[in-house]
């Protein structure tokens, strides 16, 4: 057993404040060992939320660039700021053993440490948790990478769009069935992934509250793209139903649905819900079609989409998307353009909810960088990244104790680098830690919380969530034949309701009546937090507002999880999936290289997920601040905040450096290449990323080693300038082989790169197999069982629960009602008991 240094001497204890600076995660501190995208983007969640973030950097290995005010940003630079801003430097080398040793100590001052190294780089610095929790046994360690710390594909090179490959969507990501399947624009497979690590430490961090002990997680970018499939692995693995290209249809059989061109050569994505489709209708000037037995309910409409779709298309180019989009809007139907990063926010909504921030560094230049959806923070608070080694003279001197002669030794030596230049940190360094002298707080599954009525994966998924997670939640449905949007077919119904709500309780409550709002008045005062995806003004409708909530419940947590939030000049705007995701700013990089200029949508609701994902991040993080300060939280969280929150380190390398980002279907984000899908002998799909380390093994592998030195590709700039030439050749070359030839070659030569799969063929991936991400649940409508995608959740010592069937409307209101000691006979008026038959 490691032993704990003597040397180690305590920092100062920062007071807790109830101030409404104070984030959720003020006065815990992180070491940061990430790099690229997906540990980045976690630990800059975790900062938002007022984490002191300490990046553990390598050694320069050439000169730092020297800055002043007129100094222009450089693309990588800007890059940096989108990921690492709010963050502190250090630089140790961790292959040396005093630089391990450093590190050592620091964790031993730490609370949370993050990494996405790859599998046994952790062992093989002797810093895993093993290490590290013997010294410090309330650290919480979470360590992101692309397949996990186990299974045949762990030690796989693991890049974004090989994710986005293997996960089953991008096999549906595509406008037309001749078109090759699409990778999203934004590296959503390292994005997702990193906001699950959050969701982790989040619920370890609560854990500890309780019980004093860390724990590690191991979350893989793909485990964690499987999930997100929720409603569909029923679909696809219990009734069959592999999804097909569906570019003009929602999740739920929604049509007209989907990105239109219009008169201006621009699109517009739109959705018609079932109560929208008069208007509709009047919008596009065909009030016939009202009441045209082809379109006049949900299914005939689904069974008829091909007509309509046409009908539409034409219609729709017929005006340009701005003047659609006003027409739409006002009147009530869901509509949204299709929006350049460039271009994003200059949208009146975005900059209405602050989701735009400068900051600015000490030698007074300013960048542009995406703001926070949860508005936990103060971003007034928020500061440039620092550069390389800027604090660690100061971190090792006020967290260790380490004196000017023992600094400068170690630097001589080459064992820590230290840039002193004041102006190379934003502020100085004030280290911050929060003692816990006893345990505040309860396990996850002590807390109860409510989820109001509705199927929108950005409030039903959030709440699965959290009960994988042990916490008990309880859905409140409507009574039967009240829902909102019917489904066209009994097997969606079903994928969507045991796709979302596994674990879960439910009861019928017709919040309509005042019996209704008795029972949910009930249930709110025992519970910890309500979660809702309403628009605007139906909560206070229903009695459910969070001033009504908190007159039974002083604490309770109220989040509000909708299209465009509660406030700015589009709060009273309907949204779905398609629009948030053209209005984001993602589809409009997104396209198939074969269909130039058509903007592509993925194939699950982006929006709805990820907001999904920063809902149930909300909610932990306003548990663990009320378990501070006792404080009530009313989170209003719109969905494309969290869109554009994605774009994350474009923002600065757009509206700052001026980078025009376009589609590149063909070259990686870096400008590498090969890169992109293409088509086998076979006629599948088989997607590579090939930097230049893996050039000469990728050309041995594909049967051409005279590409190797040849003058026009040797190198990756050479390749750029050439790829013109490149790309018919490897078009030529992936068409040489069957999908299941590269997949066996590719493996073995442990490159990037996997055969596009479909749903089925996701889940019986050896690695998805390996990771046990399929669950068979039992089910009350069907004997056989449901399948759904497991929690990507690992956690070392509170895993997931035990996975429960998901439960038929009301199935649970009167062993509830009977818990609240609320007397509600089954004839009441108010709230159905009884099943849906």
Known sequence: MAEKDPTIVPHPVEPVSSGKSRGPLTGLRVLDLCRVVSGPYATQVLADLGAEVIRVESLPTEPEREFDATTPFTESEAFAWGLNRTKRSISLDLKSAEGRGLFTRLAAVADIVVDNFRPGVRQRLGIDYQVLSEINPGLISCSLTGFGQFGPWASMPAYDPIVQALCGTMNFTKNHDDGAPVRWGIPIGDIFAGLYSCIGILAAVLDRDATGLGQDIDIAMLDVMLALNSYRVPLALSFGQEPAPSPFEGGQGTVPYGTFECGDGQWLAIGVANKMWPAACRVIGRPELIGDERFATVSTRHSNRSVLVELFTEVLRTKPADEWQEQFLTNGVIAGKVTRINDVFQHPQLRARDMLVEISDANGRTASVVGDPLKFGDPSTWTAPTLLGADTTEVLRQLLGLGDVELADLAARHVIYRNDDPLARSTPYRPSREVNEQAIGRPLRELRVIELDGEEPSKAFAAQILADLGVEVVRVDRPTGTEVEPYPDDAREAAYRCGLNRNKRSVVADLKTEAG?????????????????????????????????????????????????????????????????????????????????????????????????????????????????????????????????????????????????????????????????????????????????????????????????????????????????????????????????????????????????????????????????????????????????????????????????????????????????????????????????
């Not at 396209?591 to 909300?618: C, F, H, K, Q, T």
């Not at 088989?686 to 093994?697: D, K, L, N, S």
């Open 517 to 837: 709002r008795t029972f949910l008045h009930a249930l709110a005062a025992s519970a910890d937090a309500v979660i809702d995806n309403y628009r605007t003004g139906v909560l206070e409708r229903l009695g459910a507002d969070p001033a009504t909530l908190r007159t039974v419940n002083p604490e309770i947590i109220s989040l509000s999880v909708n299209g465009y939030g509660h406030t700015g000049p589009w709060a009273k705007f309907p949204a779905f999936d398609a629009a948030i995701q053209a209005l984001g700013g993602g589809q409009s990089i997104s396209e198939d290289s074969a269909y130039p200029g058509e903007p592509v949508r993925w194939g699950m609701p982006i929006g709805g997920l990820n907001g999904s994902m920063y809902a149930a991040l909300g909610v932990l993080a306003a548990l663990r601040l009320r378990n501070v300060d006792h404080q009530p939280r009313q989170i209003d969280l719109a969905l494309l905040d969290a869109q554009v929150a994605l774009l994350s380190y474009r923002v600065p390398q757009a509206l700052t450096f001026g980078k025009q980002f376009l589609p590149e279907p063909r070259r990686g984000g870096s400008g590498s290449l090969p890169f992109g899908v293409f088509e086998t002998a076979d006629h599948r799909w088989f997607v590579i990323t090939i930097t230049q380390q893996f050039w000469a093994r990728y050309c041995q592998v594909v049967d051409h080693p005279e590409w190797i030195d040849d003058a026009r590709f040797a190198t990756e700039p050479l390749r750029q300038q050439n790829e013109d030439l490149l790309n018919p050749m490897l078009v030529e070359a992936m068409r040489a082989q069957d999908v299941a030839v590269w997949k066996s070659r590719f493996f073995e030569a442990k490159l990037p790169g996997a055969g596009v799969a479909t749903i089925a063929e996701a889940f019986a991936h050896e690695q998805a197999v390996a990771r046990e991400m399929r669950l068979d649940l039992s089910d009350p409508v069907f004997p056989g069982g449901v399948a759904v995608a497991a929690s990507p959740l690992r956690l070392s010592r509170t895993g997931p629960s035990q996975a429960r069937p998901a439960p038929r409307a009301g199935t649970d209101t009167e062993a509830v009602a009977a818990e609240l000691g609320v007397d509600l006979p089954a004839e009441h008026a108010g709230v159905q008991v009884r099943l849906r038959q």
